[in-house]
Structures are given as structure tokens and as C-alpha cells.
């Protein structure tokens, strides 16, 4: 879009110039160029102001905001049922996982603890959605790369992953899936089916496709190197999740705060050691593995009993119950109304969501709404490092450093 | 040495003094403080340099506001992690709405960078010494925090606004 030349004449830039191994006398004109808000090559509707010294990036300015919907604002005046769907949209490739986090939340405000059986199905659509989580963002990478093949292998296979959902919840991709207090409904048969059937199929894709890429030499050669941060400088950058792993922290939420029985599974932690584009695919893949380990665990012992916790107050009753009972009825009316009021109190309770550990600070002061409710959104926390990402490499590396970084605009603006 | 909120807080209150410290309770399972502008920086900064803490990871930061609160009406909240002992912490410090100005933490943690900018762009917080404190998810020229409760939302039964494609 808009170019315009300019000429280096700050310190800093020439500073930097030298410390790249670039030449600092001659002025040469640095090219200013708009990468974004709606470039393909972005995923998402971000903008980034970049200072090209020929391919070498020497700057970037990124804005972000571009899909803001305030949430944090809107969560302020909605009763607690009804901020479900504003989660969906945030990582709106793993949005089960939000939706639990959420109920996870207020379950723990209210006090209410969850049966094993709705724990377990929650962990089973927790997993599935962090296999499409992850699929999406290595398929991508390969796109970014060059390799269109695998996307178009295993975006059938988050389809079959989206019909599981819909079987579950009705819906596919903004799922609102479950409720405060567990499950709106039962696994259906057909859902066991569908689920036993993806973990017999998706391990083939899945290894065809790690096939493609994993020992590609075009592949090696593109992400290697490229994008690379520190252990420290992750911390620093408050990383969590598979980038903070790619570094070689082994942090992971499931493990060291356990939430909805995530200590009954037997499951390993990747971590990676550069930090770089290809170690934080690696560490993708070999967690869609471990996803797929939980998930086959969970199915194998799904354990006996109900699929919700016995809360009536804060529990839809059955709609059958609802038209003949008086007691239903009234509390139907009442939570649909957004009428029951919450214990007066102060939580924060965090999952493991697709790109880190995603927060929900609750503060209830009593009333029908929190009073305050802060996403802590590993995006937009992490995001803030890309101009350090990027800054020496080039253009095309830039590209790929994003998709590997799996930012999510939903989640970075909120 | 195993982090409890008990040893946590004696040894906090040793450093700092018991009238930097105040009102600790524990909501939830992490314990919250309440201290004030001059300590803060030095208490994040002591709880991250110090051997046995190590409690060295900004995991969030947000801030609230209790309108007509006096000298309490707004709120920063810093939640902090140690990784090496999986202990949290929650700190917080009150400012009156005619001067919300904090020191940054932009020099501990690079990751409080945009999280003030957030802070800056919903409640008005200034964070003095920040590198680069303008709206970060608002537009620049909003003249307003909107976060603020004495903004409310729309109401959702006006009728002076008619919107063609979207009904209402």
C-alpha cells in the first residue's frame, strides 16, 4: 500500500545497521512498508508498519485493535450465562476451550464441583479442540512455506473434528459448547462414534502429514533459525504455552495447576530448545500426539454417572421438567433472566488453551453480572514481541515467524 | 523452601515494613495485598531478584474501578508466578481517580509494555517512565477510558436509532 522513501538518519537505525553487518555510510533509503491490516498472508487483521532496509527488516510499528469488540466491557453487564458466547470469539480456533475455562471460573466462584464423567468429556473436547488448534497453525505454516498439500490433508480432519462438536453442542465453530456446572447433554452414541473413529483415522493423517514436513528439506531451510527468542526473553515476554515451550521451559497449566482431572492422564510435555519457528512446530506436533494419548485414555475410561453437577440454581433444568414442574419452571425463568445472584468474590482460574495459559480474573461483588472480568489472552500478551522477532530477518521470514506464533486476532484484541 | 502465603508475606513484610503492606486475604487460594505507589516497584522488583522467591513471571495485570471509593476508587491488580515453585501472588495497588499515576514496570518485565498501554487505554492509569504510553485497542482519538463505570453500555431498547440492515 502506501510506500514512501525516507532517509536513515537516526542513531538507533544506524546502530543497528552496523550490528547487522550492513553498511552505514552510504545513505541508503530505508523503504517503509505497510504489511497489513488485510494481507493473506497475516490470518488475521493486524497491521505492521515495517522499515525495510532492501529485505532486512529494521523496524516495525505494530497496531493492533482492529477487531476490538469489548468483551471485558460488555462481560460487565451480562449475567454469567451469557458470557459464554463472548469466549467463543476470542480463540475462535479452539473456542471449547474457552468456553470451559470460563464455566471452570465461575464454577469456582460458586463452589460447585463437577462429576468425574462431565470432567472427562470435558477434557475430551478440550483436546479435540487443541488438535485443531494446532492443526490449523502447523497446516498454515506449511502454506506460509510454500507447501499447500498438508493443509488441505488435515482441514479434512478438522472438519470430522467439527462434526463432533455439532454433535455435541449443535454448533461448529463458535460453540458455546457446555455449562456452568458441566454438560448441557450426555455423549450421544453417535458422538462416541464419531470420536472413536477420529482417534482410528487421525493418526495416519496425522503422520503423513508430519511426513511431509517434519525432515523437508524446503521446510529445515525456511524455519530454522528464523525467529528465534530466549528462554529469558520469553519469560520476560510473559510466553506460555507451545512458544514458551519451543524455548525449552516445560510450563504447562495441565501439569502444573491441574483442572478438570487433567492428573488422572498419563501425558508428556514437549519442549523444544532454540526457540524458533521450526521448534515451535515440533512442539505442536508432538503435542496434537499427546492430545491424542488424553483423548484415548478419557474415551477408554469415561467413567459412569451424571453429566452435570446437582446446582439448580445455577443448572438449566431439563426441558421436560421445565413443563411440569413448578420448581423447574421458576428456576428456568430465573437463570434464563439472569436473575440468581452470585457469591460475593474474587477468583482467577486459568486453563491451558491453544497458544497458553488462558486466564479469567472474576471479581463478583454480589449481583447478577461480575463485576469485573479480565481475559488474560496469551495472544496479546506474546504478540508484543514480534517487532523483536522479526527485526534483522526478512520479509518471507517475518510470515512464517507469525503463523508459527499462532497469533489469533479474535484472542489478541478481544 | 516451600512458598506459603504465610512465609511469603512474613518475609515481604520484613523487607518492606508493615505500613507498606497492607490488608493481605486470600480469595481464592492466591494471596492478595494491597500496597502503595512508592513500594510497588521495589516489591515486584524484590519478589523477582530475590533467591528464594524467584517470583519472576508477570502472568497478568488489570485495572478496576470502584467509583466513589475516595482514595480507593481505582485499582491496578499485578498477578505474579513463580514458576520454580508454582506459587502466585496478587498485588494491589489504589490510586484516587485525580491521580492514577504508577511507576512503570516496563523495566522488570518487557511483557508489562502493552498490558500498561491496556490499563492506559481503559482506565486513564499513567504509568510514568512507560517508552511509549497511546491507546493500544481503542482508537487515538477517543476522548474517554471506556472501561470507567460511569460509561455505561448502550441501552438495548432505544428507539432513536434505527439501523436499516440490522433492525433494532
Same mark, same amino acid.
Given at each position: 500500500?502506501?510506500?514512501?522513501?525516507?532517509?536513515?538518519?537516526?542513531?538507533?537505525?544506524?546502530?543497528?545497521?552496523?550490528?547487522?553487518?550492513?553498511?552505514?555510510?552510504?545513505?541508503?533509503?530505508?523503504?517503509?512498508?505497510?504489511?497489513?491490516?488485510?494481507?493473506?498472508?497475516?490470518?488475521?487483521?493486524?497491521?505492521?508498519?515495517?522499515?525495510?532496509?532492501?529485505?532486512?527488516?529494521?523496524?516495525?510499528?505494530?497496531?493492533?485493535?482492529?477487531?476490538?469488540?469489548?468483551?471485558?466491557?460488555?462481560?460487565?453487564?451480562?449475567?454469567?450465562?451469557?458470557?459464554?458466547?463472548?469466549?467463543?470469539?476470542?480463540?475462535?480456533?479452539?473456542?471449547?476451550?474457552?468456553?470451559?475455562?470460563?464455566?471452570?471460573?465461575?464454577?469456582?466462584?460458586?463452589?460447585?464441583?463437577?462429576?468425574?464423567?462431565?470432567?472427562?468429556?470435558?477434557?475430551?473436547?478440550?483436546?479435540?479442540?487443541?488438535?485443531?488448534?494446532?492443526?490449523?497453525?502447523?497446516?498454515?505454516?506449511?502454506?506460509?512455506?510454500?507447501?499447500?498439500?498438508?493443509?488441505?490433508?488435515?482441514?479434512?480432519?478438522?472438519?470430522?473434528?467439527?462434526?463432533?462438536?455439532?454433535?455435541?453442542?449443535?454448533?461448529?465453530?463458535?460453540?458455546?459448547?457446555?455449562?456452568?456446572?458441566?454438560?448441557?447433554?450426555?455423549?450421544?452414541?453417535?458422538?462416541?462414534?464419531?470420536?472413536?473413529?477420529?482417534?482410528?483415522?487421525?493418526?495416519?493423517?496425522?503422520?503423513?502429514?508430519?511426513?511431509?514436513?517434519?525432515?523437508?528439506?524446503?521446510?529445515?531451510?525456511?524455519?530454522?533459525?528464523?525467529?528465534?527468542?530466549?528462554?529469558?526473553?520469553?519469560?520476560?515476554?510473559?510466553?506460555?504455552?507451545?512458544?514458551?515451550?519451543?524455548?525449552?521451559?516445560?510450563?504447562?497449566?495441565?501439569?502444573?495447576?491441574?483442572?478438570?482431572?487433567?492428573?488422572?492422564?498419563?501425558?508428556?510435555?514437549?519442549?523444544?530448545?532454540?526457540?524458533?519457528?521450526?521448534?515451535?512446530?515440533?512442539?505442536?506436533?508432538?503435542?496434537?500426539?499427546?492430545?491424542?494419548?488424553?483423548?484415548?485414555?478419557?474415551?477408554?475410561?469415561?467413567?459412569?454417572?451424571?453429566?452435570?453437577?446437582?446446582?439448580?440454581?445455577?443448572?438449566?433444568?431439563?426441558?421436560?421438567?421445565?413443563?411440569?414442574?413448578?420448581?423447574?419452571?421458576?428456576?428456568?425463568?430465573?437463570?434464563?433472566?439472569?436473575?440468581?445472584?452470585?457469591?460475593?468474590?474474587?477468583?482467577?482460574?486459568?486453563?491451558?488453551?491453544?497458544?497458553?495459559?488462558?486466564?479469567?480474573?472474576?471479581?463478583?461483588?454480589?449481583?447478577?453480572?461480575?463485576?469485573?472480568?479480565?481475559?488474560?489472552?496469551?495472544?496479546?500478551?506474546?504478540?508484543?514481541?514480534?517487532?523483536?522477532?522479526?527485526?534483522?530477518?526478512?520479509?518471507?521470514?517475518?510470515?512464517?515467524?507469525?503463523?508459527?506464533?499462532?497469533?489469533?486476532?479474535?484472542?489478541?484484541?478481544? | 523452601?516451600?512458598?506459603?502465603?504465610?512465609?511469603? !508475606?512474613? =518475609?515481604?513484610?520484613?523487607?518492606?515494613? $508493615?505500613?507498606? @503492606?497492607?490488608?493481605?486475604?486470600?480469595?481464592? #487460594? %492466591?494471596?492478595?495485598?494491597?500496597?502503595?505507589?512508592?513500594?510497588?516497584?521495589? !516489591?515486584? =522488583?524484590?519478589?523477582?531478584?530475590?533467591? $528464594?522467591?524467584? @517470583?519472576?513471571?508477570?502472568?497478568?495485570?488489570? #485495572? %478496576?474501578?470502584?467509583?466513589?471509593?475516595?482514595?480507593?476508587?481505582?485499582?491496578?491488580?499485578?498477578?505474579?508466578?513463580?514458576?520454580?515453585?508454582?506459587?502466585? @501472588?496478587?498485588?494491589?495497588?489504589?490510586?484516587?481517580?485525580?491521580?492514577?499515576?504508577?511507576?512503570?514496570?516496563?523495566?522488570?518485565?518487557?511483557?508489562?509494555?502493552?498490558?500498561?498501554?491496556?490499563?492506559?487505554?481503559?482506565?486513564?492509569?499513567?504509568?510514568?517512565?512507560?517508552?511509549?504510553?497511546?491507546?493500544?485497542?481503542?482508537?487515538?482519538?477517543?476522548?474517554?477510558?471506556?472501561?470507567?463505570?460511569?460509561?455505561?453500555?448502550?441501552?438495548?431498547?432505544?428507539?432513536?436509532?434505527?439501523?436499516?440492515?440490522?433492525?433494532?
Amino acid at each position: 500500500m502506501a510506500t514512501e522513501n525516507k532517509t536513515a538518519e537516526l542513531t538507533e537505525i544506524e546502530q543497528f545497521r552496523k550490528d547487522h553487518g550492513l553498511s552505514i555510510k552510504e545513505e541508503r533509503p530505508l523503504t517503509t512498508l505497510n504489511l497489513g491490516p488485510t494481507h493473506p498472508a497475516t490470518h488475521g487483521i493486524f497491521q505492521n508498519i515495517l522499515q525495510m532496509d532492501g529485505e532486512v527488516i529494521v523496524d516495525a510499528v505494530p497496531t493492533i485493535g482492529y477487531i476490538h469488540r469489548a468483551f471485558e466491557k460488555i462481560a460487565e453487564r451480562r449475567p454469567f450465562y451469557q458470557i459464554t458466547p463472548l469466549t467463543d470469539r476470542m480463540n475462535y480456533c479452539s473456542s471449547p476451550i474457552n468456553n470451559m475455562g470460563y464455566h471452570m471460573t465461575v464454577e469456582k466462584l460458586l463452589g460447585i464441583t463437577v462429576p468425574k464423567r462431565a470432567q472427562y468429556i470435558r477434557v475430551i473436547m478440550m483436546e479435540l479442540a487443541r488438535i485443531s488448534d494446532h492443526l490449523i497453525c502447523n497446516s498454515i505454516l506449511g502454506v506460509d512455506s510454500g507447501a499447500f498439500t498438508g493443509f488441505l490433508y488435515v482441514m479434512q480432519e478438522r472438519e470430522h473434528i467439527y462434526d463432533i462438536y455439532e454433535e455435541v453442542c449443535g454448533a461448529r465453530l463458535t460453540t458455546n459448547m457446555g455449562r456452568i456446572g458441566g454438560m448441557e447433554r450426555d455423549l450421544s452414541p453417535k458422538a462416541l462414534h464419531l470420536i472413536g473413529e477420529f482417534l482410528k483415522r487421525f493418526p495416519k493423517v496425522w503422520a503423513e502429514f508430519e511426513k511431509m514436513l517434519t525432515r523437508n528439506r524446503i521446510f529445515i531451510d525456511r524455519t530454522v533459525g528464523v525467529g528465534a527468542i530466549s528462554a529469558e526473553r520469553a519469560l520476560s515476554y510473559g510466553f506460555t504455552g507451545p512458544n514458551l515451550r519451543a524455548t525449552g521451559v516445560d510450563y504447562d497449566v495441565r501439569v502444573m495447576n491441574p483442572y478438570s482431572s487433567y492428573d488422572d492422564f498419563e501425558f508428556e510435555i514437549p519442549v523444544g530448545s532454540k526457540g524458533d519457528t521450526y521448534d515451535r512446530y515440533l512442539v505442536r506436533n508432538e503435542e496434537v500426539w499427546q492430545s491424542l494419548k488424553i483423548i484415548e485414555q478419557a474415551y477408554k475410561n469415561l467413567p459412569e454417572g451424571s453429566y452435570h453437577a446437582d446446582a439448580p440454581h445455577y443448572y438449566l433444568p431439563p426441558k421436560q421438567k421445565v413443563y411440569t414442574s413448578m420448581e423447574a419452571l421458576i428456576y428456568h425463568f430465573k437463570i434464563v433472566m439472569g436473575e440468581i445472584d452470585a457469591p460475593v468474590g474474587e477468583v482467577y482460574h486459568s486453563v491451558e488453551g491453544g497458544n497458553g495459559e488462558l486466564g479469567f480474573y472474576l471479581i463478583s461483588d454480589g449481583g447478577r453480572t461480575p463485576y469485573r472480568l479480565h481475559f488474560r489472552r496469551p495472544c496479546f500478551i506474546y504478540y508484543q514481541s514480534y517487532t523483536e522477532l522479526i527485526k534483522g530477518g526478512q520479509l518471507a521470514d517475518a510470515i512464517l515467524t507469525l503463523s508459527s506464533l499462532n497469533v489469533i486476532a479474535g484472542e489478541l484484541d478481544a | 523452601m516451600e512458598l506459603t502465603n504465610e512465609n511469603v !508475606l512474613g =518475609k515481604i513484610i520484613s523487607e518492606f515494613g $508493615e505500613e507498606n @503492606i497492607l490488608e493481605p486475604y486470600n480469595p481464592d #487460594g %492466591i494471596m492478595t495485598i494491597t500496597t502503595n505507589r512508592e513500594t510497588i516497584h521495589d !516489591l515486584i =522488583k524484590y519478589l523477582r531478584d530475590d533467591k $528464594e522467591l524467584q @517470583i519472576s513471571f508477570l502472568t497478568t495485570m488489570c #485495572g %478496576i474501578h470502584y467509583p466513589g471509593q475516595g482514595d480507593k476508587e481505582m485499582c491496578v491488580m499485578y498477578q505474579l508466578h513463580s514458576l520454580r515453585h508454582n506459587y502466585r @501472588i496478587r498485588i494491589k495497588v489504589y490510586r484516587p481517580a485525580s491521580d492514577p499515576v504508577l511507576p512503570t514496570m516496563t523495566d522488570l518485565y518487557a511483557t508489562a509494555n502493552w498490558m500498561e498501554r491496556e490499563a492506559f487505554d481503559f482506565y486513564g492509569f499513567i504509568f510514568t517512565g512507560h517508552p511509549n504510553l497511546t491507546r493500544i485497542l481503542n482508537i487515538e482519538e477517543m476522548e474517554y477510558h471506556p472501561m470507567l463505570k460511569q460509561y455505561p453500555l448502550e441501552d438495548q431498547t432505544r428507539e432513536d436509532k434505527i439501523n436499516t440492515f440490522f433492525g433494532r
